[in-house]
């Protein structure tokens, strides 16, 4: 599983060279990394990947929104032991990743601050110890705060919420909040 967790990131930092060219508006990949699950004892790192396309649909009360592809890795590791007595050493890894697409819509609050709610079905897979969200389909909304920074650097704070909208054996869901960029810089 850890060389599963490598293989990502090394996916997330050499595709980002192919989208440098591209601007917040149309597309390009943010990355974002915080903590999933947050109100429980879950309490995942989750780094986030999301591809925002060129793709469009025209929603008459809505206005257009923009397609999205998400990929969500987590883990965590709870690494408890005693000095006395090196026999107690526990270990708990945490595995999950999330896998989705929906569609966003770009407020432009000023110049250089962006309110993006969206709208995300997708995958979820709970691996070891992960949380088990009670069904592998689930549902995410998501807002996003962010700051232009520069004309080719954008900053930003998520939050979002995922669950199964009951439809699983069970629907505890999770809140979780990222911090996040985006940058054009060739």
């Known amino acids: 599983m850890k060389l599963f967790i490598k293989f990502i990131t ?10 440098s060219e591209q601007t917040y508006n149309n597309s390009g990949i943010y990355y974002k990394i915080g903590v999933f699950d947050h109100k429980h004892e879950t309490d995942m790192l989750a780094i986030n990947r999301k591809k925002i396309t ?21 883990y965590d590791s709870d690494e408890s032991f005693t000095l006395d007595n ?12 999330y896998l989705s697409t929906g569609f966003q819509k770009n407020f432009n609050a000023s ?47 998520t939050l979002n919420h995922i669950s199964n909208a009951n439809i699983g054996s069970k629907n505890p869901g999770s809140d979780s909040i990222f911090v996040g960029f985006k940058s054009n810089i060739n």
């Open 86 to 97: 090196e026999s107690n050493l526990k270990n708990r890894d945490e595995y999950a990743f």
């Open 54 to 74: 060129d793709n469009t649909i025209n929603v008459n009360f809505l206005g257009d929104l923009t397609q999205v592809y998400d990929l969500m890795v987590l």
């Open 10 to 19: 090394i996916i997330f930092i050499t595709t980002s060279y192919s989208y």
């Open 111 to 157: 110049n250089d601050f962006f309110i993006v709610p969206s709208f995300s079905v997708g995958l979820y897979s709970e691996f070891d110890q992960g949380k088990d969200m009670g069904s592998p389909l689930e549902f995410k909304s998501e807002i996003e705060f962010n700051f232009a920074i520069s004309s080719n650097l954008i900053f930003g704070v």
